[in-house]
């Protein structure tokens, strides 16, 4: 089976800071411990986490899960959200991190990016920017504040979730749900199904 790598783009400026940073921290660490629970995924599975503030920063380098140190995952936070640079080094990693080959059945599946950001992004996005060489599988914003320019998030991605909860109390579902949606992209069928958000996340909006 063809190996699935998932970046996680995380707004790491000034104003991810306190209980919202810890939630963030634990829920991941959590959500890769539920990971290493399936076989399938610790074979199949490589992660990266990519902190973005003024200057983005390398968090985790891609890695299966397996050798994952899960501890040592912590957002250190400064600045401001400039999502135009983190686009670009997440495109500079994907270059460098993602096998491809003439052989379909050897290549890297097309990436998972799923951002989580608390701040609306300094300066506004180039749309060219976002998928500049199809080299994305999936692109997936989650906001993590009501503050957060929700026709923005929906023009990033291709499939929008975001969140309107200030208290972040319903993250851990979505994580539940992106789970299930790592099992589909595992398989070869169609790149555009989608697992049903559960009834804890009825309070998002989705963008289908």
Partial sequence: MRRLPIYFLIDSSGGMQGEIKHIVENVLQVFFCSLRS????????????????????LILELQTIEVINIAGIKIE???????????????????GDVYESENPGYRDKKPLIVLLNIRNPIPKL???IINPKNKIGLFISYALSNEVDYQFQNEL????INMIDEQFEKLPF????????IEIRLQDFTQHQ???LPNELKFLKENL
Avoid: C, Q
């Fill in 194 to 196: 989608m697992p049903k």
């Fill in 77 to 95: 936070t400064l600045g401001v959200f400039n999502l135009k640079d983190g686009l670009k080094y997440l495109h500079n990693r994907i270059e």
């Fill in 126 to 128: 180039d749309e060219k």
């Fill in 174 to 181: 979505f994580f539940k749900w992106f789970i299930e949606l």
């Fill in 157 to 160: 991605s291709n499939y929008g």
């Fill in 38 to 57: 399936n076989p399938e995924f610790i074979e199949n599975v490589a992660i990266s986490v990519i902190g973005v503030s003024s200057v983005s920063k």
